[in-house]
């Protein structure tokens, strides 16, 4: 019975079935409490496999991202947002516009959860089985123009270009020079048609032109971002905003009678 435990735990190991072999008298208990037949108990078995990879890969996933937080779009508070379409955020979350390439803008003002938004469809993509890269844009635009001075631009390009998935935000938050809008152009070009981007801004498209610091590139960029896009423009108040004027630190707003 002993060289039959080892030799199956060598066949699981060989097999990398690593779930079943470490807890494969647990399931066999449990599949012996159920009263599973041959069959459901090997099913049994498998669903314990394929949780068990799936949990890896998604923690994997997670982890390469480099998401800035943990947020969920379960977390996410659509009733202080009422300005959010809760229905088409959920039917983002199914990723079907990562698996076509598509483009998420999320615009709107500081603090009303638009990298909430992003970080949670982030996640939601990866547990749909699609490699994903967060990044802040002045990051990006900082590693670009370093490969570029080093000679290294179609190298760093194509690190950018290769996650099925690329989340860029904060757009618009710091103007950039006009060779980083350029260097950004060719990033987009890349991607265009091949690979899904997700872009938060705090500046409507129309403002872009001032972010870029070149009409002509703005124009060409949103040009490719906005063929096949979804955007989701986000009114109301920071979060924390709110939360220090219920807190007693800042003074309700008020309207001039005169306007």
Known sequence: M???????????????????????????????????????????????????????????????????????????????????DARLVRDLAISRWVANGDNVLLLGPPGVGKTHLAVGLGRAAI??????LFVSAPG??????????????????????????LIIDEIGYLPLEKDAAHLFFQLVARRYERGAVLLTSNRSVG??????????????????????????????ESYRLREKRRAGLLRPSTTNPST
């Open 2 to 84: 002993i060289a039959e435990d080892a030799q199956l735990h060598a066949m699981l190991s060989r097999l990398q079935l690593t779930a079943i072999r470490d807890r494969l008298d647990a399931l066999l208990q449990e599949a012996a409490r159920r009263d599973l037949d041959l069959r459901q108990t090997l099913t049994h078995l498998c669903t314990a496999e394929v949780e068990y990879r799936d949990q890896r890969r998604i923690a994997m996933g997670t982890s390469i991202a480099k998401f800035p937080f943990v947020r969920t779009l379960e977390d996410f508070d659509f009733d202080a947002q009422p300005s959010v």
């Open 140 to 165: 990006l635009v900082a590693n670009l123009a370093k490969a570029h001075d080093d000679g290294h631009l179609d190298d760093r390009i194509a690190f950018y270009a290769k996650p099925k998935l």
């Open 127 to 132: 547990a749909r089985g699609y490699s994903t």
């Open 207 to 236: 403002e872009w032109g001032d972010v870029f610091g070149d009409n002509v590139v703005a124009t060409a960029i949103l040009d490719r971002l906005l063929h096949h896009s979804h955007v989701l423009t986000i009114r109301g």
